[in-house]
């Protein structure tokens, strides 16, 4: 029978996956599904803590946390096919140039 | 009612102001004197309203709209008829009204734009003044005492093309702003140890006191008034401003420089009669300065060679006498000097407004001489004024100065009174040799010469006065000679008594009065004696007098070397101390450079700090991430 802490290490490692992904990956849409990881990984954590304490909360805040993510992934696809045209490439050390 | 005689010129100064440049000179000049003589009607059946009530009653006040409330601290726009300030009004609308018809030929070489302007700032000028002797308390004086600068101002640099001319304009504010210092801190310490500003309930309260025989807070507030006083009347030593505002029109240097506002200092003692009675360490030191003036004035003015300036410090001795009356509690003394200096110093003033404008702008009397032939209206009503200021029974002049002489004298101010004969003597003295050196005598060659182009047709056949300005100096002469007759038997100061309150109307003991009568007419006849001898009869006498006494003649002419003394010991030192010190070094070394030192820091710290924005979507995100790990790191563990 699975406890409260085995859902939740889960969701750390699942975390930590998805950051990890973030840094390392050089491809744009790795690194918006490593964030979907990430997000996943919190929402976890919210729906087992919701169990654990005998509460609906931490599944409704699910419910808010997928609805921004499927914004989110609209948005940054639309931003990542936009660059891709405009550069032809997904590496993010190429979109250097809004800086000093 | 009392409302429309300072109401009716301001709305001809809007008129003139807002619609001059489209108005013809004609339709200027009614608007003004029309303002100026409807004023004057209602002055006058004001008067007479005045005049029908008994002693006891004579005062009659308008309360137009309260002003400022502020606790138990009320003060009204307030306007009061009494005797004192009824004199001011008819002067002031009197004599205001007759040198605004005289400048409508005066001026009329100006532009439209230009003549509706002198109009608009003459009218303007005029309701300002009525607001100073109207109003009921402090304040509503203060404001037209303002006023009355800023239009004398605005008048003595009227040609501000010309350098000196806004020079002189620029003197006479910065002169008259030390005065007014003095007088609203006269003003406040007034509101802090009386609890009004009402000239009577100020006066009720100063009655209930015991005069001060210590330097007290009487005597503060009296000296602080005075010095306003000094400044707007020019007294020793602020009067340096007067002698330069002749360079305003002559028109203006008649009405504001010598009837109506340098007149305002003596006003204002005589208006706060009761308070100067109570301390008279003031009153004595208003004696001493007048008379100090009087004769330092008389002294210059024999030597001046501009007659505008001769009149100049004519008119500043002249208001010396004055504050002499007022500082041996004769007050009455001194307004109806004030009254008939008046009319006499307004027609010497227009007659060499006259002489000015027949010569083309000319104003040296050394290159002037004979004109007695050519301008006889402009010579004979010349003549009256100077024999009225000399004191030759029965012009104007005699009666007032005669009384402030004997009134002098009777306090026991010996001294003053030998002075005050001594200045007499000057009078006479330096009038005479104006109107010698003017009107009789050779014209000198060079007066042909120096006229304008346009106008040389005026060197061959001189004209006299134009209609408009012959009236002025015919009913100012008539002035002149009558003015003084409503004096005799004491009349007058008797209408002025309620102004002045009970201590002022102590009898003067009996005393040498014939005697002193005829002392003081022997002298003036003496000074055009004098005069005659040197610049009628004898012209190289006086020369040689100048040569043989040269170190004071340099000394009268440079003026006693006031000017440069000033220039010296306070002009200059606050021109070093705000050029070197101020400017260049708080402003340019301390504000200056705190204000580049931030700008530069702000940009050097953004220099180094922008090197932060990589524009790496990748090292946003570590330090995002950072950031998170050490803020959820502070709250795990701290």
């Not at chain 2, 007479?48 to 005062?59: H, K, N, T």
């Given at each position: 029978?699975?406890?409260?802490a085995?859902?939740?290490?889960?969701?750390?490692?699942?975390?930590?996956?998805?950051t990890?992904?973030?840094?390392?990956?050089?491809?744009?849409?790795?690194?918006?599904?490593?964030?979907?990881?990430?997000l996943?990984?919190?929402?976890?954590s919210?729906?087992?803590?919701?169990?654990?304490?005998?509460?609906?909360?931490?599944?409704?805040?699910?419910?808010?946390?997928?609805?921004?993510?499927?914004?989110?992934?609209?948005?940054?696809?639309?931003?990542?096919?936009?660059?891709?045209?405009?550069?032809?490439?997904l590496?993010?050390?190429?979109?250097?140039?809004?800086?000093? | 009612?009392?409302l429309?005689?300072?109401?009716?010129?301001l709305?001809?100064?809007?008129?003139?102001?807002?619609?001059?440049?489209?108005l013809t000179?004609?339709a200027?000049?009614?608007?003004a004197?029309?303002?100026?003589?409807?004023?004057?009607?209602?002055s006058?059946?004001?008067v007479?309203?005045?005049?029908?009530?008994?002693?006891?009653?004579?005062?009659i006040?308008?309360?137009?709209?309260?002003?400022i409330?502020?606790?138990?601290?009320?003060?009204?726009?307030?306007?009061?008829?009494?005797?004192?300030?009824s004199?001011m009004?008819?002067v002031?609308t009197?004599?205001?009204?007759?040198?605004?018809?005289?400048?409508?030929?005066?001026?009329?070489?100006?532009?439209?734009?230009?003549?509706?302007r002198?109009?608009?700032?003459?009218?303007?000028?005029?309701a300002?003044?009525?607001?100073?002797?109207?109003?009921?308390?402090?304040?509503?004086?203060?404001?037209?005492?303002?006023?009355?600068?800023?239009?004398?101002?605005?008048?003595?640099?009227?040609?501000?093309?010309?350098q000196s001319a806004?020079?002189?304009?620029?003197?006479?504010?910065?002169?008259?702003?030390?005065?007014?210092?003095?007088?609203?801190?006269?003003?406040?310490?007034?509101?802090?140890?009386?609890?009004?500003?009402?000239?009577?309930?100020?006066?009720?309260?100063?009655?209930?006191?015991?005069?001060?025989?210590?330097?007290?807070?009487?005597?503060?507030?009296?000296?602080?008034?005075?010095?306003?006083?000094?400044?707007?009347?020019?007294?020793?030593?602020?009067?340096?401003?007067?002698?330069?505002?002749?360079?305003?029109?002559?028109?203006?240097?008649?009405?504001?420089?010598?009837?109506?506002m340098?007149?305002a200092?003596?006003?204002?003692?005589?208006?706060?009669?009761?308070?100067?009675?109570?301390?008279?360490?003031?009153?004595?030191?208003?004696?001493?300065?007048?008379?100090?003036?009087?004769?330092?004035?008389?002294?210059?003015?024999?030597?001046?060679?501009?007659?505008?300036?001769?009149?100049?410090y004519s008119?500043?001795?002249?208001?010396g006498?004055?504050?002499?009356?007022m500082?041996?509690?004769?007050?009455?003394?001194?307004?109806?000097?004030l009254?008939?200096?008046?009319?006499?110093?307004?027609?010497?003033?227009l007659?060499?407004?006259?002489?000015?404008?027949?010569?083309?702008?000319?104003?040296?009397?050394?290159?002037?001489?004979?004109?007695?032939?050519?301008?006889?209206?402009?010579?004979?009503?010349?003549?009256?004024?100077?024999?009225?200021?000399?004191?030759?029974?029965?012009?104007?002049?005699?009666f007032?100065k005669?009384?402030?002489?004997?009134?002098?004298?009777?306090?026991?101010?010996?001294?003053?009174?030998?002075?005050?004969?001594?200045?007499?003597?000057?009078?006479?003295?330096?009038?005479f040799?104006?109107?010698?050196?003017?009107?009789?005598?050779?014209?000198?060659?060079?007066?042909?010469?120096?006229?304008?182009?346009?106008?040389?047709?005026?060197?061959?056949?001189?004209?006299d006065?134009?209609?408009?300005m012959?009236?002025?100096?015919?009913?100012?002469?008539?002035?002149?000679?009558?003015?003084?007759?409503?004096?005799?038997?004491?009349?007058?100061?008797?209408?002025l008594?309620?102004?002045?309150?009970?201590?002022?109307?102590?009898?003067?003991?009996?005393?040498?009065?014939?005697?002193?009568m005829?002392?003081?007419?022997?002298?003036?006849?003496?000074?055009?004696?004098?005069?005659?001898?040197?610049?009628?009869?004898?012209?190289?006498?006086?020369d040689?007098?100048?040569?043989?006494?040269?170190?004071?003649?340099?000394?009268?002419?440079?003026?006693?070397?006031?000017?440069?003394?000033?220039?010296?010991?306070?002009?200059?030192?606050?021109?070093?101390?705000?050029?070197?010190?101020?400017w260049?070094?708080?402003?340019?070394?301390?504000?200056?450079?705190?204000?580049?030192?931030?700008?530069?820091?702000?940009?050097?710290?953004?220099?180094?700090?922008?090197r932060?924005?990589?524009?790496?979507?990748r090292?946003y995100?570590?330090?995002i991430?950072?950031?998170?790990?050490?803020?959820?790191?502070?709250?795990?563990?701290?």
């Open positions: 029978m699975p406890t409260l085995h859902y939740l290490v889960l969701s750390a490692v699942l975390f930590c996956i998805g990890a992904g973030v840094f390392v990956r050089r491809n744009l849409i790795t690194i918006l599904l490593s964030i979907e990881i990430m996943n990984a919190v929402n976890l919210f729906v087992a803590f919701g169990r654990a304490l005998g509460s609906v909360d931490g599944q409704i805040i699910v419910f808010f946390v997928m609805t921004v993510a499927a914004a989110e992934a609209a948005v940054g696809l639309a931003i990542v096919i936009g660059l891709f045209r405009h550069r032809e490439s590496n993010p050390d190429t979109f250097t140039s809004l800086k000093w | 009612m009392l429309l005689i300072p109401l009716l010129p709305v001809g100064f809007v008129l003139n102001a807002s619609f001059g440049r489209r000179k004609t200027a000049a009614v608007i004197c029309g303002a100026m003589l409807v004023s004057f009607a209602i006058v059946a004001g007479a309203q005045l005049v029908a009530r008994g002693p006891e009653s004579r005062f006040a308008q309360r137009v709209f309260t002003w409330t502020s606790g138990d601290f009320s003060v009204g726009l307030t306007l009061r008829l009494d005797p004192l300030s004199v009004i008819l002031i009197g004599i205001g009204l007759l040198i605004h018809v005289y400048s409508t030929a005066y001026m009329h070489e100006e532009t439209d734009a230009e003549y509706a002198y109009f608009s700032y003459l009218n303007l000028f005029a300002f003044m009525l607001v100073l002797v109207l109003g009921a308390n402090f304040l509503v004086m203060f404001v037209g005492w303002e006023g009355v600068g800023l239009c004398s101002y605005l008048l003595i640099g009227f040609w501000y093309q010309k806004s020079d002189a304009g620029k003197k006479a504010f910065i002169v008259n702003r030390i005065g007014d210092w003095g007088f609203i801190l006269g003003v406040l310490l007034t509101f802090v140890r009386f609890g009004s500003l009402d000239f009577q309930d100020v006066a009720r309260s100063a009655a209930g006191l015991s005069p001060e025989t210590a330097f007290g807070t009487m005597s503060v507030i009296t000296l602080l008034l005075f010095v306003g006083a000094a400044g707007k009347s020019a007294q020793i030593p602020l009067y340096v401003w007067l002698p330069d505002a002749m360079e305003g029109p002559t028109p203006v240097s008649a009405l504001i420089h010598a009837a109506t340098v007149t200092g003596v006003y204002m003692i005589g208006r706060n009669a009761v308070l100067f009675s109570h301390a008279p360490l003031t009153l004595t030191i208003v004696a001493i300065i007048g008379t100090a003036t009087a004769l330092m004035a008389g002294t210059i003015g024999l030597v001046q060679n501009d007659i505008k300036r001769v009149l100049a008119t500043v001795s002249q208001l006498y004055m504050f002499l009356a500082g041996v509690g004769a007050y009455a003394s001194g307004i109806f000097h009254y008939t200096h008046a009319f006499f110093k307004a027609l010497l003033f007659g060499s407004g006259a002489v000015i404008h027949a010569l083309a702008g000319e104003q040296d009397m050394r290159k002037m001489g004979g004109l007695r032939k050519e301008l006889p209206v402009t010579y004979w009503t010349f003549v009256v004024g100077a024999v009225a200021i000399a004191g030759i029974p029965p012009f104007a002049g005699f007032s005669d009384e402030i002489l004997y009134r002098t004298y009777a306090s026991g101010h010996i001294v003053l009174w030998v002075v005050g004969v001594l200045t007499a003597l000057l009078t006479a003295t330096y009038m040799r104006l109107v010698f050196m003017t009107f009789h005598g050779d014209r000198a060659p060079e007066a042909h010469t120096e006229p304008r182009a346009e106008v040389s047709h005026h060197a061959n056949h001189l004209h006065a134009p209609p408009a012959a009236v002025a100096l015919i009913v100012l002469a008539i002035g002149s000679v009558a003015a003084g007759w409503v004096g005799i038997g004491g009349r007058f100061e008797h209408f008594e309620p102004s002045f309150g009970a201590t002022a109307a102590e009898a003067v003991e009996g005393g040498p009065e014939t005697t002193l005829i002392v003081s007419v022997v002298v003036a006849l003496a000074g055009i004696g004098i005069a005659a001898y040197f610049f009628l009869v004898n012209r190289r006498a006086a040689r007098a100048a040569l043989q006494l040269s170190g004071v003649h340099r000394l009268l002419s440079n003026k006693y070397y006031v000017d440069e003394v000033y220039d010296a010991a306070i002009v200059q030192p606050i021109h070093i101390v705000s050029e070197d010190g101020l260049k070094g708080v402003d340019v070394g301390v504000i200056d450079r705190a204000v580049n030192g931030v700008a530069a820091a702000v940009a050097g710290g953004g220099d180094v700090l922008r932060l924005q990589t524009g790496s979507v090292a995100a570590a330090s991430f950072l950031g998170g790990v050490l803020i959820l790191g502070y709250f795990l563990w701290m």
